[in-house]
């Protein structure tokens, strides 16, 4: 989905360039005039017609959206859209990351790996997304045209977006391979960019992003001695220069026919006889010769142009020259940010303080509030101030623009510089959100932080209902109560408060019965009983009573039922009454359902207990809808696979393929039915890092699902709106939440693409329908029907489509798919058992069509890997004197035969004869006829004393996905 947004970004930005050419270089007025001012532009450039943009000309008879954008452009108009999910709105922001002001109102900051331009008098947003890696750093244009952002991680990008009309116009692909973009910065022409890499050793990059070529200009590589270089400034009256620093390190940059150049001055302590502190961002001085350093001691280091008598200065070769001249000691505070406006240097601290310095670095104005954290980015706005009244006769007083803060603590601020008012424009979460719930009955979404912020918001306005601070613990987990009079918040410090769900004020006292993190809590569906969760792998249950003429919950029991970490827990009904039921479901493989009504003050009884998967890691739980009168719990695991369980025997009554999107599902909900649709079911998932939702039944075919990246350093929760509308996803240690708008028409119209009955199926065979693998598969089905029927039968054979369900685990190995006893098993059942609700009789035959489901459904999801392989030698191996991985012959022998689903000894030899080419001829029906005795001697002669996981697989299996043996190098 990713790769199919970047290239439909390639083809839009093709398009520019087809219909404008060169004359989309011609940039906006304000940038234009101002690279003439500086003498910055070349001459083709600086020749560049100037039009307003009401006055551009269409370059063809299909004109660019670009080319004919204007401010406000953004946000008129519906937004359509024909995917499954669309990103509706974002709660939260980057803290780490400035926050710039677009145009008075308008804000512009970035949503894990989305960008946001934010209308905040209108309540509208607009998102820019292209990045599938969360973004690291952006940059705007003088004229807030152009903003460039780059991300780090897999694939790494670079995109150029047009503000005006939210359209990618460049995107560079692999700009840093293997590592991504840590620092960016735009010329003040915004024709160039330059980009530091991650990494040790870092890499800094030139482009002219306005020219359509894949490579930069020029770069060079920097020595990890410098520091890691993570701020990067233009110099605004020369394109050709630029400054970066470290901690440690200032490096200054001049580019052009030669390359690109760098000097690196030295200041140390004896310098200047005082310490200097740690570096923390640079800027140009508006007087054309000198930049400045803020530093962490409060300091400004003032460089200049190192003069030799006799020398005039050479003003493509100073930056060679630059040499600190001057230590300003400013405050005692650590300088935060460092920035030049017009004739003014302004700087922002840790004490949340704004100051304004003349050319000199003499004080003119400082804007400060007590409750001001420290600043991380000060942007200003476009509008000029006002000028002084001519009726000033003295010197005419201080004026400047009005701007934007950013704080460490996630806090947004709009100052008027007229009368010093700061403005919370917004407050999110300081560390990471790792609770949502959505209320049963109302628009509202509560939200909880690590920081023990706990807000409720109304997601149809959308504005901030009420908000809390709890800031003994941070919140790790939420939920409602049917009714949605209640809202329960369990805590890291091990406590759960029950709070009432408008005001948030406690309804009765705090409970502390969990040793460790409460991760899940959840009512049962008359709110008789409330359960959680710990990271210490207990369950809690409280029970509803009456005090005071009051409802509230007291602690009824616990147990430690799990011995690794719970992945879900789930209330129900009892299918013979109404009474609740309770069930948890952990990485031990248990699924444990609970008395209830047999537990009582300190005894939590357990009703059931059942190993759900053999080898998988079960992930989460959900009641599967009603579609028979049958009913079934829906458990998906850690190998791409969905399972249903008979809610009242645990048997799996059938194995499924899950959606495959990267990772498996981590959390899952049934969607509410829909007014439009009644009829129609919908599950709604996460992954690690996607959204997506499925139609229900399940069976297996992958375009009945789709996901969508949310939050790629990792989704933490869902939620889903009361009349299922809207998905909700929290992003963890990203801090943002995000609402996802539904559209189960496009869910469903990309379904029905993908082709009914079989069809899809086919396409997951490797080749397809036509391929060699599905007529392989045909001529082993009918070969199983002959054999099933005697291969040297003589009478007229009866035609049939079906082969028995005993030649199903033959005909699976044949595939190329190796169950395991208690798989096949599995799959004998799901066939046997599939009409017997209906029939009362058992199903003894499979057709072709039913087989390959099966097939698809139950083999494991991307093949057998030599990585899987590798594990297993991980842990019953050991390190030979050569460093490979290895397993001793006997005691591959001893694990075959004495653990999991072990082997006899004549069956053991029986396999290796057969793997090893030494059984008699006449094939498999002869194998029962092989003589172990001289098995002992076989192994020896031909399997090796250590066997390493490459000859295992080749040498002895046979299979073709094992690779050369590398020799460990010493």
């Known amino acids: 989905m990713c790769r199919m947004w970047q290239g439909e970004q390639q083809k839009e930005k093709l398009q520019v360039w087809e219909q404008c050419g060169p004359q989309l270089l011609s940039l906006p007025k304000d940038s234009i005039a101002a690279a003439q001012e500086d003498g910055a532009l070349g001459n083709a450039a600086a020749a560049a017609p100037q039009r307003a943009p009401g006055e551009l000309e269409e370059c063809s008879s299909a004109p ?12 008129q108009g519906e937004k359509q859209s024909c995917h499954p999910l669309s990103l509706s709105w974002a709660l939260g922001y980057n803290s780490s990351l400035a926050v710039h002001s677009m145009e008075d109102g ?183 010769t000198r930049a400045l350093t803020g530093t962490s001691a409060g300091k400004v280091v003032v460089w200049d142009v190192e003069r030799k008598r006799g020398l005039a200065k050479e003003p493509q070769g100073r930056l060679h020259g630059m040499k600190a001249t001057k230590l300003v000691p400013l405050q005692e505070e650590s300088v935060t940010v460092l920035m030049v406006l017009e004739s003014c240097i302004v700087t922002g601290d840790v004490r949340g303080q704004v100051k304004f310095y003349d050319g000199h670095l003499q004080l003119l104005a400082c804007y400060e509030h007590s409750a001001t954290a420290p600043i991380r980015s000060i942007s200003f706005s476009k509008t000029p101030p006002d000028p002084p009244s001519a009726s000033c006769t003295s010197s005419p007083p201080f004026t400047a623009r009005n701007f934007i803060l950013s704080t460490s603590d996630a806090t947004v601020l709009r100052v008027a510089t007229d009368g010093t008012d700061f403005e919370k424009v917004m407050e999110e979460a300081k560390k990471a959100v790792m609770a949502i719930a959505c209320h049963p009955r109302q628009a509202w979404l509560a939200m909880g932080s690590h920081c023990g912020l706990l807000k409720v918001w109304d997601y149809q306005q959308p504005q901030l209902l009420v908000s809390r601070m709890f800031p003994s613990a941070g919140i790790q987990c939420l939920s409602y109560d049917p009714e949605g009079s209640f809202l329960a918040a369990g805590f890291i410090d091990g406590s759960v408060h029950v709070l009432d769900a408008i005001s948030l004020l406690p309804c009765c006292e705090v409970f502390r019965f969990s040793r460790g993190p409460v991760t899940h809590v959840h009512f049962s569906h008359d709110s008789e009983y409330l359960a959680t969760a710990d990271e210490k792998y207990a369950v809690t249950v409280y029970k509803r009573v009456l005090q005071n003429e009051r409802r509230c919950w007291e602690h009824l029991a616990g147990l430690h039922s799990h011995y690794k970490p719970i992945r879900s827990i789930l209330f129900g009904i009892q299918l013979d009454g109404s009474e609740p039921r309770l069930l948890s479901l952990g990485e031990d493989r248990q699924l444990i359902e609970y008395d209830l009504s047999s537990s009582s003050k300190d005894q939590l009884v357990v009703l059931h207990r059942h190993r759900v ?21 829906l458990t ?17 009554r059938k194995t499924l393929l899950g959606p495959t999107y990267g990772s498996p599902l981590e959390k899952m909900q049934i969607l509410p039915r829909s007014a439009a649709q009644p009829q129609k079911h919908y599950l709604a998932y996460i992954t690690k890092d996607k959204v997506g939702l499925q139609i229900l039944p399940i069976d297996g075919n992958p375009h009945k699902s789709s996901a969508f990246i949310c939050h790629p350093d990792g989704a933490s929760d869902l939620a889903i709106s009361y009349d299922g509308r809207y998905i909700f996803t929290a992003g963890g240690s990203d801090r943002t939440v995000l609402k996802w708008e539904v559209n189960l028409n496009a869910l469903e119209a990309a379904a029905s693409l993908g082709g009914e009955d079989l069809v899809p199926f086919y396409r997951l065979l490797e080749g397809g329908q036509d391929g060699e693998f599905f007529r392989e598969l045909e001529d082993y089905f009918y070969y199983v029907q002959l054999h099933s029927h005697g291969i040297d039968m003589l009478e007229t054979r009866q035609v049939s489509t079906y082969i028995p369900l005993e030649e199903i685990p033959s005909l699976m190995r044949a595939m190329g798919f190796y169950p395991s006893e208690e798989e096949i098993e599995e799959m004998l059942n799901e066939v046997k058992f599939s009409e017997y609700v209906d029939t009362g009789e058992q199903v003894t035959k499979i057709n072709l069509g039913d087989f390959i489901k099966l097939y698809i459904n139950h083999r494991p999801a991307f093949g057998l890997s030599m990585k899987t392989i590798r594990q297993a030698f991980q842990v019953l191996g050991y390190d030979n004197e050569n460093g490979d991985k290895v397993i001793d012959r006997g005691d591959l ?33 002869d194998l029962d006829m092989c003589d172990p005795s001289g098995a002992a001697a076989l192994m020896e002669e031909e399997i090796p004393e250590e066997i390493t996981a490459e000859r295992f697989t080749a040498g002895i299996l046979g299979l073709s996905i094992a690779e050369p043996e590398k020799r460990a190098v010493k």
């Open 64 to 75: 660019s959206r670009v080319w004919g954008a204007q401010p406000g452009l953004l946000f």
């Open 893 to 925: 022998l001893s694990l075959l035969q004495c653990r999991g689903e072990h082997m006899m000894e004549d069956e053991l030899a029986l396999c290796l004869s057969a793997l090893l080419g030494r059984h008699p001829k006449g094939g498999r029906s």
């Open 636 to 652: 998906a695991n850690s190998c791409y696979k969905m399972k249903l369980y008979n809610a009242t025997t645990k048997m799996c």
């Open 613 to 633: 998967e053999q080898d998988a890691v079960p992930l989460c739980l959900a009641w599967y809808p009603q579609f028979s009168t049958e009913s079934f719990i």
């Open 106 to 288: 308008m804000l512009l900051y970035i949503c894990a790996h989305t960008v946001v331009i934010h209308d905040v008098l209108g309540s509208r947003q607009y998102h820019l997304q292209g990045h599938a890696n969360a973004i690291s750093c952006l940059c705007v244009s003088e004229d807030r045209r152009w903003v460039a952002t780059a991300d780090q991680g897999p694939d790494p990008l670079v995109i150029v977006w047009d503000a005006f009309s939210g359209i990618p116009v460049r995107t560079i692909f692999d700009s840093h391979a293997g590592s991504g973009v840590c620092a960016i910065a735009i010329s003040r022409d915004a024709k160039c960019l330059v980009t530091i890499s991650t990494g040790r050793v870092q890499r800094v990059c030139v482009w002219r992003w306005t020219h359509p070529d894949e490579s930069p200009v020029c770069d060079v590589e920097l020595s990890p001695e410098f520091g890691f270089q993570d701020f990067v400034i233009f110099n605004p009256q020369n394109p050709y220069e630029f400054v970066s620093n470290s901690k440690t390190q200032v490096i200054f940059y001049l580019w052009g026919d030669a390359g690109l150049q760098y000097s690196t001055p030295t200041l140390t302590r004896q310098t200047f006889g005082s310490a200097v502190g740690h570096f923390t961002q640079s800027a140009f001085h508006f007087d054309a």
